[in-house]
């Protein structure tokens, strides 16, 4: 076995990795869109700008 196939594999599940991180993230912004009950951005407009931000 060579270094590239070592080198290879480790590219392809970095990528598969960050792949399904994504995916997480993506459901979990539009469970948050979805919800009524979550506090809105201070970028939305109908938010006060000088309100405390929603993800703190």
């Known amino acids: ?7 290879g594999a480790l590219a392809f599940v970095t990528l598969i990795t960050w792949i399904i991180i994504a ?3 993506k ?10 009950e979550a506090p809105k ?8 700008a000088t309100g405390k931000p929603a993800d703190v």
Do not use: G, I, P
């Not at 076995?1 to 080198?7: A, E, K, R, S």
């Open 1 to 7: 076995m060579d270094w590239t196939y070592l080198v």
């Open 23 to 25: 995916q997480l993230s």
């Open 27 to 36: 459901r979990k912004v539009e469970k948050r869109m979805d919800d009524a």
């Open 41 to 48: 951005s201070t970028l939305a407009a109908d938010k006060s």
